[in-house]
């Protein structure tokens, strides 16, 4: 599960109205290598929870040099949007949980896949 | 339905899937191997992706953050990820992810039921595709389930899920005009406008069924493929909009009171030899209330 995915999910139980952000139980963390595509960073940037995604990368222990409050001129700062780029799209969570923030209700993650099925009654 | 493509032997795998629709009757291993090797399956399955992705009217080269509903082992995201786009699939069967994750696609994949809802925040994606896979929220697998309402809430969560504008393409086999019906009722209900387009509707062999959902905004609905010799009469385009039409014409009467329903109301009394006045231009026109 990479990160931009994480930073869309919520949890979508009936009745829980604070699903997001869930939080991360990671056990086994990879870091890969995916081409840079600095219109595609750009563009997602404004559609992101900049602040779920620094917590994120926190409980990763990826945060490394990310700004915790989104910089005004970023589209042209390459540096930056390589750095968004890599929390993104190349760290990625193999093992682990997420954890909804009002339940408790935990969705395990294996091989990469978030399991996000419901049980019976949610 | 994608059986469909699948060589004879093995029918009766296929059928029992298709009779009983549980959860637990989706592609399990065996079948999620055959349907992923299958050179003609996958070719079908990219020219279809390849459509829908045309459908989806995205702005020219530009990479777009989509969504694969029903993505399966990853055929129709491998076609995404080759136009340059990114993607999150969602599947049921883990089967099908495990083939996914074997071949390695570049879209991140979850493991969900569609008929629970989508569990993304607002507005998130550009667009969303779904090659032969709407069909299996038709199937009531359980007594609980009920599939109007699965319908209802995946329409509704997608609806969400996409950015103002975006469109959902769903490629579909309908198997009759009552799940057509109630496939699109639902869509409708939760807010999209579109319709179908039909590719190659005089060939039964080509012919292709796809849903087009516009979010947000009414758009032009795309004409459908046709091969050169076709009959012109043949439409292969059907278009609904969120209008809804209310009181017309309720159990095939007029509406009381209406000019028709007095028009006909002084045809009946004249058949019956009463005398009635004529028609004039102030013939049922309409009188302010203290009349």
Known sequence: ????????????????????????????????????????????????????????????????DLPSALIPDYENDE???????????????????????????EFPISKGVPNMLLNEGE | MCLKHIA????????????????????????AKKYSQNSRMIEIQTQMS???????????????????????????????????HYWVGVDISTAMLDVALQRDVEGDLLLGDMGEGLPFRPGM????????????????????????????????????????????VFQIYPENSEQLELITAQ???????????????NSSKAKKFFLCLFAGVSGVLPKGLCSESTDRGVSNQAQFTAQRSRFKNMKGKSVKKSKDWIMEKKERRRRQGKDVRADTKYTARHRKPRF
């Not at chain 1, 109205?17 to 939080?23: A, D, M, R």
């Not at chain 2, 709407?134 to 599939?147: E, F, G, M, R, Y």
């Open chain 2, 187 to 201: 869509a409708m209900k939760a807010g999209f406008t579109g319709g179908m387009v039909v590719d190659y509707p």
């Open chain 2, 8 to 31: 004879c032997k093995n029918k009766i795998i296929v059928v029992t899937a298709l009779l009983s629709g549980s959860k637990f009757q989706f592609y399990n291993e065996q079948e």
């Open chain 2, 50 to 84: 390849e459509r829908a992705v045309e459908l989806l009217s995205l702005p020219e080269d530009q990479p777009c953050y989509l969504l694969d509903v029903g993505c399966g082992s990853g055929l129709s995201g491998d076609y995404l990820s080759e136009a340059g």
């Open chain 1, 1 to 64: 599960m990479k990160l931009l995915t994480h930073n869309m999910l919520t949890s979508h139980v009936k009745g829980v109205t604070k699903g997001y952000p869930l939080i991360i139980k990671a056990t086994e963390v990879k870091v890969n290598e995916l081409e840079f595509n600095a219109q595609f960073v750009s563009r997602m940037i404004p559609k992101l929870e900049w602040s779920a995604l620094i917590q994120a990368a926190e409980w990763l222990g990826q945060s490394q």
């Open chain 1, 79 to 105: 540096e930056f949007l390589r750095k968004v780029h890599r929390i993104l799209l190349e760290v990625e969570v193999i093992e682990g949980c997420l954890q909804c923030p009002e339940s408790g209700r």
């Open chain 2, 125 to 168: 994606f550009d667009g969303c595709i779904s090659i032969s896979a709407l069909q299996w929220l038709c199937n009531a697998d359980k007594k609980t389930h009920s599939p109007p309402k699965r319908l209802y809430r995946f329409f509704s969560t997608l609806y969400s899920s996409l950015a103002r504008g975006a469109r959902a």
